[in-house]
Each structure stands twice: as structure tokens, then as C-alpha cells.
């Protein structure tokens, strides 16, 4: 059973850092690309970054571009997502998924999702 588990979400003030992390299970790591997205309340989930599946490339939105870094250890079956300089905008769950081999839009396995609050 595919099991992936995101962790260190919490309230941090404007301008502040946080890293989550996404640990996986239950599926050959390494052979997955992973990506990070967001839902912010009343609104569409939208996608934040992703990793391919030995972190040759990473892409991500423009709001993003410079303040997160996605990262990912194949030995250790988990990815980063290191967010900085973050904005009240950024409020939001956050959820890692994946899907195999190539970053494709569709994702197969999502996780539970990390609350982020950014206070001004």
C-alpha cells in the first residue's frame, strides 16, 4: 500500500521559512516523479513544484520561483519542499504526490496534507 506522509507544516510570520517533508512508502521511490501542491481555503488546489526521479530537473510555478526549493533523497524514500521568505498568500495545505516515471499533470498518489498559516 502506497502510503506518503507530509510533516513540518505550522504558523510561521511573514518573511519567515518552513520545510516540509514528504516521506513515501510502499512504492519504488526512486522511480517516481513527486511534486508539491497547495489548497488554499475556498479555493482550487494548484500546483506549487515537482522533482523528477533523480532530481535532474525541478520546475516551478512563477509565484514560487526563488523562495521554494523542492529536493528529494532517494535513499531515504523522501521530498523536500524549503519555502522562505514566505506570505500570507502562502497560507494553505499543502499535499506531496507522485506518479510514475515522467512529470506528467495527472498524479496517482496524493498524501494527507501539512496545514501552513503564514501570519502578517
Known amino acids: 500500500q502506497v502510503q506518503l506522509v507530509e510533516s513540518g507544516g505550522g504558523l510561521v510570520q511573514a518573511g519567515g521559512s518552513l520545510r516540509l517533508s514528504c516521506a513515501a512508502s510502499g512504492l519504488s521511490f526512486s522511480n517516481y516523479c513527486m511534486g508539491w501542491f497547495r489548497q488554499a481555503p475556498g479555493k482550487e488546489r494548484e500546483f506549487v513544484a515537482r522533482?523528477?526521479?533523480?532530481?535532474?530537473?525541478?520546475y516551478y510555478i512563477d509565484s514560487m520561483k526563488g523562495r521554494f526549493t523542492i529536493s528529494r533523497d532517494n535513499a531515504k524514500n523522501t521530498v523536500s519542499l524549503q519555502m522562505s521568505s514566505l506570505k500570507p498568500e502562502d497560507t494553505a495545505v499543502y499535499y506531496c504526490a507522485a506518479r510514475p516515471n515522467d512529470c506528467l499533470p495527472s498524479y496517482t498518489y496524493w498524501g494527507q496534507g501539512t496545514q501552513v498559516t503564514v501570519s502578517s
Open positions: 522533482i523528477t526521479r533523480y532530481g535532474t530537473s525541478t
